[in-house]
């Protein structure tokens, strides 16, 4: 009898165990990496459409156009190294940001380079402690009639209107459209401006000419490499083009496209420290 007794314990005892397994093996396939997409992709209806961002390459959402050079690349990185006109790249790059909607690529130009500055900064609605100029409350202090949040957030800002807004600010502003400029005075007013680290090129251009998908938009240059002659386009669109060298007759003739809105050619704001 209790030898019978014996045997059926240790026979509940190895069922047990049994299921323990099963369950221990269960929750360590639950914890599993999930298979490599190759094998997904294997038995997914042939009609299913690939994933967009599958195709898309690793320097940025859209494929940098042939005629440009990504930043990231090596040859965009000797370049910046190379260059002797690249003090701008570096204050502007600390505070490099994303604009916050897709018409808001002048206003994100426009926090970048006042807050490279160094000019005193206001209250920030976002960082109670730390004065800072954000997207967010670029418009607190413009009049409304010049340029306003609403009607920013859909239309994007003109040259001559970022201008008047930016005069809003502690700064000094020089606007230039493109028709107003030869290729040589575009050439050395992006070199010349690049050179210092107190004052800021933000280019309003139209991306077709650059190869580029997409219309009118406004981003920082950042320097000029003369030996490759071009330019340093440090895009706020962050979500659709990596920052890229860009040739300088290229951007001289996106800054010469008209705009729409206001019937005249882009061009440049240059934005700097007011002199003493």
Not at 181 to 189: I, K
Not at 239 to 263: C, E, F, I, R
């Amino acid at each position: 009898m209790f030898r019978y007794s014996l045997t059926r314990a240790v026979g509940r005892l190895c069922r047990a165990e049994e299921w323990v397994g099963v369950v221990l093996a269960t929750a360590l396939a639950a914890c599993a990496p999930v298979p490599p997409a190759v094998n997904q992709a294997a038995v997914q209806p042939a009609n299913q459409a690939s994933a967009p961002a599958a195709v898309r390459p690793a320097d940025g959402p859209l494929p940098v156009p042939p005629n440009l050079v990504a930043l990231a690349q090596p040859a965009g990185q000797k370049r910046l190294t190379a260059s002797a006109a690249s003090q701008s790249y570096w204050p502007l790059s600390q505070y490099f940001e994303t604009q916050r909607n897709e018409a808001y690529c002048s206003v994100a130009s426009s926090v970048m380079a006042l807050n490279a500055l160094g000019i005193r900064r206001p209250e920030s609605s976002q960082y109670a402690d730390f004065p800072f100029f954000s997207q967010e409350d670029f418009f607190h202090g413009i009049d409304p009639q010049v340029a306003n949040a609403a009607q920013v957030s859909k239309e994007g800002m003109t040259l001559d209107q970022l201008s008047a807004a930016l005069s809003t600010f502690p700064v000094e502003v020089r606007k230039y459209h493109g028709a107003d400029l030869s290729l040589d005075q575009f050439r050395d007013l992006v070199r010349t401006t690049t050179q210092h680290n107190d004052r800021f090129v933000l280019l309003n251009f139209r991306r077709v000419e650059i190869g580029e998908t997409g219309g009118g938009h406004w981003s920082p240059l950042a320097a000029y490499d003369a030996a490759s002659d071009s330019a340093l386009l440090l895009d706020v669109a962050r979500y659709k083009y990596p920052a890229v060298w860009v040739p300088v007759t290229q951007l001289y003739a996106a800054a010469l496209a008209v705009d729409s809105v206001s019937g005249l050619s882009r061009g440049i704001v240059v934005i700097g420290k007011r002199p003493n």
